[in-house]
């Protein structure tokens, strides 16, 4: 039998309709204006012939036009499938043929890239967002409840294949995930979330969401500016802010002596691991982290660890959220305390699998759990410590990075034979990507970077490039990347 809740933003705009929902620098909106406004869109895209079940992909900047879009979207019951930006055209084409969506919504910002995919992709229907306001409405069927087994937005996640998949994410799974980040974090009356992190990203979407659950405002930025991000964080505005180690690192940076506004409750880390002396320095200036672990796979984070913990457990996740479950396996059986093995998580947050994927969804979902391929362990106080994310993922700012992929892409290159990429340690990004490849002849640098530029979004292209006379590899003749991290210089 199949669990429904009303539908989310009508429901929301019911129970508290002049509370802020949305703010964008002098900007300010209502929970009832962001219906009004999201219910004239819809009949605007229905005037386009988007209906229920239809998939319709988007390219939009954090913008309040967005926010409407994508609550425009769902009030249509159409699947919403997030494009990244910083991707080229071709690897958003992929995506969008991937998904069959039959309409691609953007704006003047992307013109080239949308004419690029239009000519690459001719079926699809292109709507620039300013043209919408043209359009005479057509008439839809206002849902009163939300199937929460119904898909309700896609988004894409490299895998080791080096071919993304569209990981399936349903109205049920940003609900639970709601509900497990209040359990963990709290709910307060007075809460507001900075949002700075892309939209297209679940860390951004998953606030959007949060925001309609629980009645709360969101301040969205359209990309991160550390002096602004601070002055929101000292005005006493802002109760909860997301962040990667990254932008944590330029805050603390941009505060200098100073400190937050003692109402930020709560810095929820995710991207990986925080360095101690970073953490340290948010203890004395009373700055409460809370480091976390998560994917697009689990709706955002999965797993938390609470700022009283943050220093006594160094290089910890934290324990999962109140409707999760997580185990680590080797070899078919659980680990004990200390032992490595592949992380497994559990619960109603979690995707329902990979579209089109059927290979990628019968190896990583077995008997209810989800198998994320990242490996780590839990200590005899159950805290998980994440040891490789997805074994060889590189993390770049926060940006997930599959060296197949981009290996994928070099070894295109008629002059290069072979192909490695690895993670290097940067003071700035945290880690970028690193190439050592096999030719058959002297690939200029220049080339070589004009060659990926055209192919891959900029924060994959390899930052050096090292020729070598061959790969480590296995007796299967497999890659060795753990030998390719002893070659970088140090």
Not at 7 to 26: C, G, H, I, M, S
Not at 35 to 52: D, I, N, P, V, W
Not at 344 to 371: C, E, H, M
Request: with cysteine; glycine share 6%; net charge neutral.
């Amino acid at each position: 039998m199949k669990s429904y809740l009303p539908n989310f933003l009508k429901q929301r705009a019911y129970l508290t309709p002049q509370r802020t929902a949305l703010v964008f620098e002098d900007e300010t909106y209502t929970f009832a204006e962001i219906f009004q406004e999201a219910k004239e869109t819809a009949r605007k895209l229905a005037s386009l012939g988007l209906q229920a079940e239809d998939t319709a992909a988007v390219l939009l900047k954090n913008q309040p036009h967005t926010v409407i879009i994508l609550h425009a979207l769902q009030q249509l019951h159409v699947r919403t499938v997030f494009l990244n930006h910083r991707l080229t055209p071709h690897e958003m084409l992929y995506q969008l043929q991937d998904s069959e969506a039959k309409w691609l919504i953007s704006e003047k910002d992307f013109e080239k890239k949308t004419a690029a995919i239009h000519q690459l992709h001719s079926d699809l229907k292109l709507v620039d967002r300013r043209a919408l306001a043209a359009l005479a409405p057509a008439a839809y069927h206002e849902a009163d409840e939300f199937s929460l087994d119904d898909v309700c937005s896609i988004m894409y996640t490299s895998g080791t294949t080096g071919r993304p998949k569209g990981v399936l994410q349903t109205y049920g799974n940003h609900w639970w995930s709601a509900a497990g980040s209040a359990l963990n974090l709290g709910l307060s009356e007075d809460d507001a979330w900075l949002c700075t992190v892309p939209l297209f990203h679940i860390s951004g979407f998953s606030i959007l969401m949060r925001s309609v659950f629980y009645g709360m405002p969101v301040f969205l930025m359209e990309k991160f500016n550390e002096r602004e991000a601070v002055k929101l964080l000292q005005s006493g505005k802002i109760s909860i802010m997301s962040v990667v180690t990254n932008t944590l690192q330029r805050i603390l940076n941009e505060l200098g002596e100073a400190t937050l506004h003692p109402r930020v409750r709560c810095m929820l880390l995710g991207g990986g691991p925080a360095p101690k002396p970073m953490l340290e320095a948010c203890v004395q200036k009373q700055i409460p982290v809370f480091q976390s672990y998560g994917m697009t796979e689990t709706a955002s984070q999965t797993v938390t660890l609470a700022p009283e913990d943050s220093l006594k457990k160094i290089g910890s996740a934290g324990k999962p959220l109140f409707p999760a479950q997580i185990r680590i396996v080797a070899a078919g059986r659980d680990c004990k305390a200390g032992e490595h093995g592949e992380i497994a998580v559990k619960g109603p947050n979690v995707t329902i699998g990979y579209l089109n994927r059927p290979d990628a969804n019968q190896k990583s979902f077995q008997d209810g759990w989800f198998y994320t391929g990242d490996i780590g362990y839990l200590d005899d106080e159950g805290f998980l410590y994440v040891l490789d994310r997805r074994s060889d993922l590189i993390i770049s700012g926060g940006e997930n990075i599959y060296p197949a992929e981009v290996e994928e892409v070099l070894l295109s290159h008629p002059q290069i034979l072979e192909a490695g990429v690895v993670g290097m340690e940067d003071a700035v990004w945290g880690q970028v990507p690193a190439a050592f490849i096999v030719t058959n002849g002297k690939v200029a640098e220049s080339e070589l970077q004009s060659y990926c530029e055209a192919r891959l979004a900029k924060y994959k292209i390899p930052k050096k490039v090292f020729t070598v006379g061959a790969l480590p590899r296995n007796a299967s003749n497999k890659l060795l990347r753990r030998k390719l991290l002893e070659w970088l210089p140090s």
